[in-house]
């Protein structure tokens, strides 16, 4: 048995670091969703992938027009599955009678937010790799490859805190 006087003290402020930030990016995934239902165009051109230019667009068919629409779209699903996953998980860990009854559900509900982060930096990665290859079509404007460029750059940028707040709350 262990002592209970001899457990660490961690103050209230630096508890609340790691549910904040997972917070943060669960917040940031399913507003980047919800984002891609109201202005698809202007989501995907911010996360990096700009849409063939209007003139040229009118020679494209409905039907390519309807797919590039629903593409956006499951991206826009995808983040707000992510972020809502992010978002719940930490709720449950956090606030669930459970959880504040028990060490051990309070526990392995932040080991499996941990590894839902680990595996959301595939995520941040892939998305990367993606925009990075976009931005490399020869048959892309100048701007458009600039624009790439930085998103990806973002991309694999973002990648790090997510990890990191994975590892975190897997390990500690």
Same mark, same amino acid.
Request: net charge positive; hydrophobic share 40%.
């Given at each position: 048995?262990?002592?209970?006087?001899? /457990?660490?003290?961690?103050?209230?402020?630096?508890?609340?670091?790691?549910? +904040?930030?997972?917070? #943060?990016?669960? $917040?940031?995934?399913?507003?980047?969703?919800?984002?891609?239902?109201?202005?698809?165009?202007?989501?995907?051109?911010? =996360?990096?992938?700009?849409?063939?230019?209007?003139? +040229? /667009?009118? !020679?494209?068919? /409905?039907? !390519?027009?309807?797919?590039?629409?629903?593409?956006?779209?499951?991206?826009?699903?995808?983040?707000?599955?992510?972020?809502?996953?992010?978002?719940?998980? +930490?709720?449950?860990?956090?606030?669930?009678?459970? %959880?504040?009854?028990?060490? #051990?559900?309070?526990?392995?509900?932040? /080991? %499996? $937010?941990?590894? %839902?982060?680990?595996?959301?930096? #595939?995520?941040?990665?892939?998305? !990367?790799?993606?925009?990075?290859? =976009?931005?490399?079509?020869? *048959?892309?404007?100048? *701007?458009?490859?600039? *624009?790439?460029?930085?998103?990806?750059?973002?991309?694999?940028?973002?990648?790090?805190?997510? #990890? !990191?707040?994975?590892?975190?709350? =897997?390990?500690?």
């Amino acid at each position: 048995m262990t002592d209970q006087s001899s /457990k660490l003290y961690i103050p209230p402020t630096r508890s609340l670091i790691l549910p +904040t930030i997972a917070t #943060l990016l669960g $917040l940031t995934g399913v507003g980047g969703g919800v984002y891609t239902f109201i202005s698809a165009q202007d989501a995907i051109r911010s =996360f990096g992938l700009r849409p063939p230019p209007s003139s +040229t /667009k009118t !020679a494209l068919s /409905k039907h !390519a027009d309807a797919f590039e629409q629903s593409m956006i779209h499951v991206y826009g699903i995808r983040n707000l599955g992510v972020g809502l996953s992010t978002l719940g998980l +930490t709720a449950f860990w956090k606030l669930s009678p459970t %959880c504040q009854t028990s060490p #051990l559900a309070a526990d392995i509900s932040k /080991k %499996c $937010l941990g590894i %839902c982060m680990m595996f959301g930096t #595939l995520v941040a990665l892939g998305d !990367a790799w993606i925009v990075r290859q =976009f931005g490399k079509s020869s *048959e892309l404007e100048e *701007e458009a490859r600039i *624009e790439a460029s930085k998103a990806s750059t973002g991309h694999a940028l973002v990648s790090v805190p997510i #990890l !990191a707040t994975g590892l975190t709350l =897997f390990f500690s």
